[in-house]
């Protein structure tokens, strides 16, 4: 014998060894169709992955089995995530499967890719036909399952930004296969309805294949063909959809598609306030000026006034008589002053004035001349001589004539 | 110029139009029994906007097919 010979279990324990020794092996993707699965009752699930040439055994323990949401069909193409290790009381290898995925998540991308494309270029996400939405809804429509939570948090952000507005659910699935002919099928009843301003087409968050009904030709076709605006807001904010390019708005988030359709009470509550000012401000002014106005037409009035032209004659009337009174009372003053020089004047000349101051006239007895010269009164002439006070009785003595 | 304000009134009709009042009696322009009568009615435009938002409560009802193929609306809870 050249070489002992192993034994069944000393092989099998070496193949072992030689695949446990490649890492590569310990972390592996196969993609695959599954075929024979046996859900087991242990909870055990037990399938064969294939292509067309080849096929691998598989086994999910239960463990991993019960977190799998995703259970899948005969024939279905998967991702299947694991290690390779061997089954020595089978003497089999086979993949100790943790995870199973459809494999259509790069298909679900090419045919979202495909379907963007496709409508896109008839238009349908097209600038020109996205509609603005309302500045103030009265009503809003909402499209959306009455039991997400993406529901409540949309009416939570109307009842704090603008409780004004009365919402219409149009109640409708999410998710799953159904969903799109549902949802379709409320976005038409609320055009039917027609009374509404906007629509939400709202749903939180979830895995691509929960959100997939959002990419749904038919819905994307009805969301474009919405008489309302429509605003969707689909899952969060790295999530798009087909209906996201075919609405009006695409909001992030639902809460987001709430408050792009409504203004903020807050706000609007300021903006009136400020009218109210500014309108109690232009009347204040108006009123003043409607004041001065008045004031200055008064003033102009009483400028113009009949009576105020009676006054100003009376005015003039009296100042003509102080002015008039003063000219009289000169003039009396001037005459006074002339009547009393005059009066000394004749005071002056008053011949018994003269006679006073020893003075005295002397007349001819005879015929009563008189006399102002000598020449008249020949000696022996009985003479009347008036003094001052009484008369002498004087014949003329001599007289020198020069 | 209405006396008082229209029983159908909505709250965008009557910011609006408060937002024209403001506008015109800032623009003067009118006369004086003019501006008044606009003032008395911004004043109600404004009462009413505050009071309406004062009082504003959300309302959420659903559609509800009906037997006869047609839709009603219901209040939801």
């Not at chain 1, 090419?110 to 509609?131: H, I, M, Q, V, W």
């Not at chain 1, 099928?185 to 027609?194: E, H, I, K, M, S």
């Not at chain 1, 359709?261 to 109210?276: F, S």
Request: glycine fraction near 6%; aromatic fraction near 6%; include cysteine.
């Amino acid at each position: 014998m050249s070489a002992a010979a192993y034994s069944v279990s000393a092989l099998t324990r070496h193949i072992r060894a030689l695949l446990d020794a490649d890492p590569s092996l310990r972390d592996v993707w196969v993609e695959g169709e599954v075929s024979n699965l046996t859900r087991h009752g242990s909870g055990h699930w037990y399938f064969t992955l294939k292509d067309d040439r080849a096929a691998l055994k598989c086994v999910m323990w239960r463990s991993e089995a019960a977190r799998q949401t995703y259970i899948p069909d005969h024939g279905d193409a998967v991702l299947a995530h694991g290690r390779i290790d061997v089954y020595e009381t089978g003497g089999q290898y086979q993949l100790y499967t943790d995870l199973l995925r459809p494999a259509g998540r790069g298909d679900l991308h090419a045919r979202f890719e495909a379907l963007k494309a496709k409508l896109e270029a008839e238009g349908l996400f097209a600038p020109a036909s996205k509609r603005p939405l309302p500045a103030f809804p009265r009503r809003i429509g909402v499209v959306t399952s009455p039991t997400a939570a993406a529901f409540q948090d949309m009416q939570n952000v109307l009842r704090r930004r603008y409780p004004l507005a009365e919402v219409i659910l149009s109640p409708t699935a999410v998710q799953g296969d159904d969903a799109p002919p549902r949802i379709v099928a409320a976005l038409d009843a609320l055009n039917r309805y027609g009374d509404v301003d906007v629509i939400l087409l709202i749903r939180g968050g979830g895995s691509l294949e929960d959100l997939w009904c959002f990419n749904d030709e038919r819905v994307a076709r009805a969301v474009a063909a919405s008489a309302i605006p429509v605003v969707c807001g689909v899952g969060h904010e790295t999530d798009f959809t087909i209906a996201d390019f075919a609405a009006d708005v695409r909001a992030p988030t639902p809460s987001a598609a709430a408050e792009i359709a409504t203004p903020d009470v807050a706000e609007l509550a300021y903006t009136v306030e400020d009218l109210g000012g500014r309108l109690a401000l232009v009347m204040r002014e108006r009123l003043a000026e409607g004041y001065r106005r008045v004031e200055a037409e008064v003033r102009a009035l009483r400028r113009l006034s009949p009576l105020n032209r009676v006054r100003n004659s009376r005015q003039r009337v009296d100042d003509l008589l102080v002015r008039a009174a003063r000219s009289l009372s000169h003039v009396v003053e001037l005459r006074r002053e002339r009547l009393e020089a005059r009066r000394q004047a004749l005071i002056a000349a008053d011949p018994r004035a003269i006679l006073a101051r020893g003075y005295a006239i002397v007349e001819r007895a005879g015929d009563g001349l008189r006399l102002t010269s000598a020449a008249d009164a020949a000696p022996g002439t009985a003479l009347n001589v008036r003094l001052h006070k009484g008369r002498l009785r004087v014949s003329v003595k001599e007289r020198d004539i020069s | 110029m209405t006396a008082s304000l229209p029983d159908d009134l909505t709250f965008e009709a009557a910011l609006a139009e408060l937002e024209n009042i403001v506008g015109r009696l800032e623009n003067g322009d009118l006369t004086l029994d003019e501006s008044v009568a606009l003032f008395e009615q911004g004043q109600r435009l404004a009462t009413f906007c505050q009071s309406r938002l004062d009082a504003a409560e959300l309302r959420v009802r659903q559609l509800v097919p009906d037997s006869g193929g047609g839709m009603r609306i219901e209040p939801m809870e």
